[in-house]
């Protein structure tokens, strides 16, 4: 396993980095490049962490009970629903209307 030392800002202390390899279906990396693209992410890598942080996100907002709103741009309520949907939790199954 191959270890490197970043410094990520001057606040922060060093930070070690792990390198960790993934295996993806052909399919799978078709849209990890896809979002790649979409973001204008640098790396592959970008990508992945900054995916972790969105489901570290929802998996707090499931356990927590919450339910997520999506308005489009005029602000209009188009869906919502309990975070645990997304997540499979059977407990907390159940697609709520529109406001």
Known sequence: MSKR?????????????IRVTFEFSPEALIRLDALKLA?????RAEIVRNS???YEW????????????????????V???KAGLLLGMPEMEGVLQPA
């Open 52 to 54: 972790l942080r969105v």
């Open 79 to 81: 869906s919502q629903f």
């Open 39 to 43: 973001t204008q992410a640098t790396t």
């Open 5 to 17: 030392m970043n410094r990520v800002n001057d606040d922060l202390p060093t930070q070690e980095k």
């Open 58 to 77: 929802l998996v707090n907002q499931a356990l927590a009970g919450n339910v997520i709103i999506v308005n489009d741009k005029d602000e209009k309520t």
